[in-house]
């Protein structure tokens, strides 16, 4: 009998979404720069950091966890800039044939190149080894593309012969002509389906497998991904079609969605932010394992300017239901605007 009732008490916990946690109030980028100008993340109401992995350093994750937080590194899974300029091997190709342009500021790389996975694995252990961290986000887990823009920028790719030969294994098929243009065009008019849905499960294997280098370090640890807070249906079925994002596939994987809710990059009102989570939550409720939602809001006057009140707007709208939790983009917008430090510090006080 007591069995029976540890089982069904430890079933409640896990599908009322960890419900018994404090809520997560947190600021990503450099929250160093918090502490630089003076303020402690306690005094702020703050009780996470969500810090690029190139910010972390020993003196910032000692300070942060004295300061009651808990520490989320972001890792830049498929950014791949800085990574191609000694390996141009890895660039993705487009369906001409091409090595893809730069999407604006972001360039992509190919998620099939197997040096590059085993260099970011072994960064992620770098990572864990040094830093008992709470978690793990993983970024830019997507095909090259820009995103955070109401006029995206949404390549083709990738069709070197890595890709396509792992293609032509997946659909059982020898994929027909000379040249990659040949390739592709023969891929995009004949198996296009198949294409969309391959592209879909590398990064789906990216998140498993930098999920499991995660439980063999940090087995406590929560596994989070950003991603474009897209309707599926969004600019002709990019989320899926481009980007290489399934939603649903998402919250079989990741213990923590962090929906990129950047409303004014994306020319969306800011109610937006609660319109989309409430329909994350719908697509949460219909499957048997249910992630947390913490989702990012924008500060940042990029473009035109988030007011102080536009700001408290989002970030109430973030802190809806399904989420248990909210951070907000990013540290240097609370410091150009002491308004906007003051939303959050109230809105981060009171919950």
């Known amino acids: 009998m007591k069995l029976l009732q540890f089982i069904l008490c430890t079933a409640i916990f896990h599908f009322s979404g960890y419900s018994q946690q404090p809520f997560i109030k947190g600021v990503y980028g450099n929250p160093a720069t918090l502490l630089k100008a003076g303020y402690r993340f306690d005094s702020l109401g703050m009780n996470a950091v969500f810090v690029r992995s190139i910010s972390l350093n020993a003196d910032f994750f000692s300070t942060a966890k004295k300061q009651g937080c808990k520490v989320f590194v972001e890792f830049p899974t498929l950014n791949g800039k800085d990574y191609l300029k000694d390996h141009p091997e890895a660039w993705p190709i487009n369906e001409k044939g091409m090595k893809a342009d730069p999407a604006d500021w972001f360039m992509g790389i190919c998620p099939n190149n197997a040096a590059f996975k085993e260099f970011r694995a072994m960064q992620l252990r770098d990572i864990l080894d040094q830093f008992a961290v709470d978690g793990i986000f993983l970024d830019y887990v997507h095909w090259h593309a820009q995103f955070e823009s109401d006029r995206p920028i949404l390549p083709e790719t990738c069709f070197c012969d890595r890709c396509t030969g792992l293609f032509s294994g997946y659909i059982g098929k020898n994929i027909p002509g000379e040249t990659v243009a040949d390739r592709a065009n023969w891929i995009l008019r004949y198996a296009d389906v198949q294409w969309r849905s391959w592209r879909i499960s590398i990064l789906n294997g990216w998140v498993t497998d930098m999920k499991d280098i995660l439980r063999a370090k940090r087995p406590e640890a929560l596994l989070g991904v950003y991603y474009a807070a897209w309707y599926p249906q969004d600019h002709d079925s990019a989320l ?37 989570l409430d329909w994350l939550g719908g697509i949460i409720k219909q499957k048997s394992k249910q992630p947390l939602v913490w989702p990012i809001v924008q500060a940042h006057n990029k473009p035109g300017v988030i007011t102080p009140e536009e700001f408290r707007t989002v970030m109430q709208e973030g802190s809806k239901s399904p989420s248990s939790g909210i951070m907000m983009f990013a540290d240097g917008s609370l410091l150009e605007d002491p308004e906007k430090l003051r939303v959050m510090k109230e809105l981060y006080q009171k919950k």
């Open 240 to 276: 899926g079609r481009i980007l290489g994002i399934d939603v649903a596939s998402l919250t079989e994987r990741a213990d923590v969605l962090a929906p990129m809710l950047f409303h004014g990059m994306l020319a969306r009102p800011p109610v937006w932010v609660g319109q989309y």
